[in-house]
Nanobody, 120 residues
Framework: QVQLQESGPGLVKPSQTLSLTCTVS??????????WSWIRQPPGKGLEWMGA???????YYSPSLKSRTSISRDTSKNQFTLQLSSVTPEDTAVYYC????????????WGQGTQVTVSS
């Protein structure tokens, strides 16, 4: 059973960089054809895909967030990390790490989500 767990600060100040880590257990992030994404849901809004890192290490980003987003991984810890720079209150959301196969956007495993609030 694959499990994903987000971790990171729940409160970030405007203009700072938000950093979240997803720790994966029960499966390797380097296993062929799996993609590991970050998705967020602002209050009262729908889900927004932010970006992904592939089993190969290749990265993919939402065009609307690409200039502020970086996703990396630590294969020795089986973790992948999201960094979102220059945050504003509009980046307040529940952030999820998820998995899909073949970039199908059909996510079979989700983390429980972590609330991040951007406020001074």
């Amino acid at each position: 059973q694959v499990q994903l767990q987000e971790s990171g600060p729940g409160l970030v100040k405007p203009s700072q960089t938000l950093s979240l880590t997803c720790t994966v257990s029960g499966g390797s992030i380097t296993t062929n054809y799996y993609y590991w994404s970050w998705i967020r849901q602002p209050p009262g809004k729908g889900l927004e895909w932010m970006g992904a890192i592939a089993y190969s290490g290749s990265t993919y980003y939402s065009p609307s967030l690409k200039s502020r987003t970086s996703i990396s991984r630590d294969t020795s810890k089986n973790q992948f990390t999201l960094q979102l720079s220059s945050v504003t209150p509009e980046d307040t959301a529940v952030y999820y790490c998820v998995r899909d196969q073949y970039r199908s956007y059909e996510y079979d495993y989700w983390g429980q989500g972590t609330q991040v609030t951007v406020s001074s």
